[in-house]
């Protein structure tokens, strides 16, 4: 993702080079930028869950030990996480399917003649998303059955 982010502030200052210096638009270059930027935040959105750097509102989980964060995390993705991916998946997926079928391209006069695949990052991000919540889901299920079996033992 970082590697994609450097891409976009790269091709940013060529656009600002290309139009001050040159007087030149470069419609497929502001196109590519957006693109980009749809990669790294709808991929960007599972690698954060994986590596646990996504934004909290922790109003219990402060005041538990870590067996009941795990069980606020768990209940957090069964409640929240779990049914969002769903709903955008089966909300996105006929929007792409349209998209597919007429194989959409930019409105713009040299334009990238691929929106089709732009729009495919949304169920794709569900549904890693989703892989990953089950992942996580599963690691937190585990976690809780060591950590009970723990306390049990004399």
Same mark, same amino acid.
């Given at each position: 993702?970082?590697?994609?982010?450097? +891409?976009?502030?790269?091709?940013?200052?060529?656009?600002?080079?290309?139009?001050?210096? $040159?007087?030149? /638009?470069?419609?497929?270059?502001?196109?590519?930028?957006?693109?980009?930027?749809?990669?790294?935040?709808?991929?960007?959105?599972?690698?954060?869950?994986?590596?646990?750097?996504?934004?909290?509102?922790?109003?219990?989980?402060?005041?538990?030990?870590?067996? /009941?964060?795990?069980?606020?995390?768990? $209940?957090?993705? /069964?409640?929240?996480?779990?049914? $969002?991916?769903?709903?955008?998946? @089966?909300?996105?997926?006929?929007?792409?399917?349209?998209?597919?079928?007429?194989?959409?391209?930019?409105?713009?006069?040299? /334009?990238?003649? +691929?929106? $089709?695949?732009?729009?495919?990052?949304?169920?794709?991000?569900?549904?890693?998303?989703?892989?990953?919540?089950?992942?996580?889901?599963?690691?937190? @299920?585990?976690?809780?059955?060591?950590?009970?079996?723990?306390?049990?033992?004399?």
């Amino acid at each position: 993702m970082a590697w994609l982010t450097l +891409a976009m502030v790269l091709i940013t200052l060529l656009i600002v080079v290309l139009r001050y210096l $040159f007087g030149q /638009g470069a419609i497929a270059l502001q196109e590519l930028v957006i693109y980009l930027h749809g990669l790294v935040f709808m991929l960007g959105i599972p690698y954060a869950l994986h590596h646990n750097a996504h934004v909290r509102v922790d109003i219990f989980s402060n005041r538990l030990g870590p067996r /009941g964060r795990d069980w606020v995390e768990l $209940f957090g993705h /069964g409640l929240f996480l779990v049914p $969002f991916c769903l709903v955008v998946l @089966i909300y996105s997926t006929p929007y792409v399917a349209a998209s597919w079928r007429v194989l959409e391209g930019s409105s713009e006069v040299g /334009g990238i003649p +691929a929106i $089709f695949l732009l729009k495919t990052l949304i169920p794709l991000m569900a549904v890693t998303l989703l892989l990953q919540g089950l992942a996580e889901c599963a690691g937190l @299920i585990a976690r809780l059955r060591s950590k009970h079996r723990d306390t049990n033992q004399p």
